[in-house]
């Protein structure tokens, strides 16, 4: 006999008639159709669902908020036309669970640097002001109006910023994405690692790469589902040896090889499809 | 990381961002990829990030150069064959990215 408690005596009393097909009244039959089905269903439903992040994600996290704070003060002390701080990637997806670094996006009010090289000088002084306040920082710097201008566009952005929390100013992340093949293409061209004898993390974030575009294609936005299609297709053996940098010879030539076999195919399924833009 | 390694990483990543700046001139695309995101991440850190971990001269930001020019043949070619463009411009724009991030 089954009881389950999301249903009541009474259903899953119908519930035990049925699955020992005996048969029954008109009035049963409805409470299977209309109580008992329709709740089973939503039972199916919650299964998909990662119940364990979740529960991490909604968690109130204490040491989250002081990590939070002094970035946003550090920050603060080091731009002087700051307009907002979006902090994304593994730290924001785990509550601060399981993370290296964290992401932060840096939004400028207006551009605060002439050439590239001195905005990435200041990022390297405020990452090594960070490190003496115990923190791993990435950070990427960008002026509001190229933001709006680029995010509907940018596969990157778009995948950073899937999940992200904004700890400062009031930038609205766009809803609107308008990608285009020929964005696709390009972003599959940095996943082309040339004639370098690329290193395990090269290659992994080659992979990586090559799959988020992959998940565009198919109108996909889910960094979940992007790490569990990295483990299911070259296995989470040889990932986890790419990433720490413990990947032998060998199995660097097979990621190398699966990389390259990787991206030819996603080239040819751009390339062949009949859509030249999407809206997501 | 060695400087012969440097050279060629920066060479690919600055042969890939000239590619898609004469591609997005020459194919009416409107938005600009002018800053490096994170794409260059593949090769580990981004490119000007990698550059400050040596002192540039003149030979140097040449074999960058020739690197770059490599890369953006090999792309230009292989992947967006019906682009067209001057060379004149792609070697504008390499010596101008070089100038922009290293």
Redesign the interface.
């Given at each position: 006999m089954i009881k389950l408690n999301l249903l009541t005596a009474n259903e899953n009393r119908v519930l035990n008639k049925k699955l020992n097909n005996q048969k029954l009244t008109q009035v049963e039959a409805n409470y299977l159709s209309r109580a008992i089905r329709p709740k089973l269903r939503k039972l199916e439903e919650l299964k998909q669902i990662d119940t364990h992040s979740l529960l991490q994600k909604i968690e109130y996290n204490q040491k989250g908020r002081a990590i939070e704070l002094k970035i946003k003060k550090l920050i603060k002390k080091s731009i002087g036309k700051l307009d907002s701080i979006i902090l994304y990637g593994s730290a924001i997806q785990t509550n601060y669970h399981s993370y290296n670094d964290v992401d932060a996006l840096i939004i400028t009010k207006t551009k605060i640097w002439n050439k590239e090289k001195e905005k990435y000088a200041l990022i390297k002084t405020i990452k090594e002001q960070a490190k003496d306040l115990d923190l791993i920082l990435d950070i990427q710097i960008m002026e509001r109006k190229i933001f709006y201008l680029e995010y509907p566009s940018s596969p990157d952005l778009i995948y950073q910023l899937k999940d992200c929390k904004i700890i400062y100013g009031n930038i609205q992340i766009p809803k609107k994405i308008n990608l285009s093949k020929l964005d696709l293409q390009m972003k599959l061209d940095w996943s082309d690692m040339g004639e370098i004898n690329p290193k395990g993390i090269e290659i992994y974030k080659a992979i990586r790469n090559a799959l988020l575009v992959r998940l565009l294609f198919n109108k996909i936005i889910d960094n979940q589902k992007l790490k569990q299609d990295l483990y299911d297709e070259a296995g989470k053996n040889l990932i986890d040896k790419l990433k720490n940098g413990n990947a032998s010879n060998t199995e660097r030539k097979i990621a190398l090889s699966y990389l390259n076999e990787l991206s030819k195919k996603i080239r040819e399924d751009i390339k062949g499809a009949s859509w030249e833009r999407v809206e997501l | 990381m060695g400087k012969s390694?440097t050279i060629?990483?920066l060479g690919?990543i600055v042969g890939?961002i000239v590619?898609?700046k004469i591609?997005i001139k020459h194919?009416n695309?409107p938005?600009?990829?002018?800053?490096?995101?994170?794409?260059?991440?593949?090769?580990?850190e981004?490119a000007?990030?990698i550059?400050?971990e040596f002192n540039w001269n003149d030979e140097d930001k040449l074999k960058i150069h020739m690197e770059a020019l490599k890369?953006f043949n090999?792309?230009m070619e292989q992947?967006y064959s019906d682009v067209v463009f001057s060379e004149k411009e792609a070697l504008i724009s390499i010596d101008e990215t070089i100038?922009?991030?290293?």
């Open positions: - | 390694r060629r990483i690919n890939n590619v898609h591609v194919t695309k938005e600009s990829v002018s800053h490096m995101t994170k794409e260059v991440g593949v090769y580990g981004n000007s990030e550059a400050q890369k090999h792309n992947y100038d922009e991030f290293i």
